[in-house]
C-alpha cells in the first residue's frame, strides 16, 4: 500500500465529484418537461431560491451511488477505490455545506465572494452557464463559464444576507448585486 496511491486515489475521487456535479447540473438540473428526481428538486431549488432538497433524499441517493460504486472500485483497485469512494463522498458533502451557505449567509473570502458571484448570476440572470457551483474547471473545460458582472436581483428573490435594515442592498455588497426595482412604500 502506497500512501501516494492512497492520495491519487482520494484526489481522483475528489475530482470525479466535481465532473458529477457539473454533469448532473447541467444535464439534468435544467432539463424541461423532465420528471426525474433530481430535476424536479433542482427545479424547486430555481424556483425558490431558499428551497433544498431533504436531507433524507440527498442521502439516500449517497448512499445508492456509493453502495454501487465503492464496491466496484474497491474489487477493481483494492484500497485505492475505497480511497477514491472517500474523496468522492467528502467532497460531495462539502459541496452540499457550501452550496447551502452561498444562499443562506454573506461571503467572509475571496472564495466566497467569488462562489457567489459565479453561482448567483446562475439563478438569477444565466440558468445556462455557470453549473460548477463549488468550481469553475468545468464549465471552462465544457464552454458553460461566465464571469458576471454586476447581477441584478429581483428584490422579490434577494437573499437574506444581501439586505440592510431599510431592505436595500448592503453596501458591502452593491459592488456584485443591484436590487431590481426601487422600493415601493407603503
Given at each position: 500500500m502506497s500512501i501516494f496511491g492512497l492520495?491519487?486515489?482520494?484526489?481522483?475521487?475528489?475530482?470525479?465529484?466535481?465532473l458529477t456535479e457539473y454533469g448532473l447540473h447541467r444535464g439534468y438540473g435544467h432539463k424541461g418537461g423532465s420528471k426525474n428526481p433530481f430535476t424536479v428538486e433542482?427545479?424547486?431549488?430555481?424556483?425558490?431560491?431558499?428551497?433544498?432538497?431533504?436531507?433524507?433524499?440527498?442521502?439516500g441517493a449517497a448512499f445508492l451511488v456509493?453502495?454501487?460504486?465503492?464496491?466496484?472500485?474497491?474489487?477493481?483497485?483494492?484500497?485505492?477505490?475505497?480511497?477514491?469512494?472517500?474523496?468522492?463522498?467528502?467532497?460531495?458533502?462539502?459541496?452540499?455545506?457550501?452550496?447551502?451557505?452561498?444562499?443562506?449567509?454573506?461571503?467572509?473570502?475571496?472564495?466566497?465572494?467569488?462562489a457567489r458571484r459565479h453561482h448567483l448570476y446562475h439563478h438569477y440572470k444565466r440558468p445556462n452557464l455557470n453549473h460548477g457551483v463549488t468550481t469553475p474547471i468545468w464549465d471552462a473545460v465544457f464552454g458553460t463559464l461566465e464571469v458576471p458582472p454586476k447581477i441584478v436581483v429581483p428584490r422579490k428573490k434577494a437573499?437574506?444576507?444581501?439586505?440592510?435594515?431599510?431592505g436595500e442592498m448592503r453596501a458591502e455588497y452593491a459592488e456584485d448585486f443591484e436590487l431590481h426595482s426601487p422600493r415601493v412604500a407603503n
Open positions: 492520495l491519487l486515489g482520494f484526489l481522483a475521487g475528489a475530482t470525479a465529484w466535481t433542482h427545479l424547486a431549488h430555481h424556483t425558490d431560491i431558499m428551497y433544498f432538497a431533504p436531507g433524507w433524499k440527498k442521502f456509493l453502495g454501487i460504486t465503492g464496491p466496484l472500485l474497491y474489487l477493481a483497485t483494492g484500497i485505492y477505490g475505497i480511497a477514491a469512494s472517500l474523496g468522492f463522498a467528502l467532497t460531495y458533502l462539502t459541496y452540499e455545506f457550501i452550496h447551502k451557505r452561498l444562499h443562506t449567509h454573506g461571503p467572509k473570502t475571496r472564495y466566497g465572494r467569488w437573499l437574506p444576507w444581501m439586505l440592510n435594515e431599510e
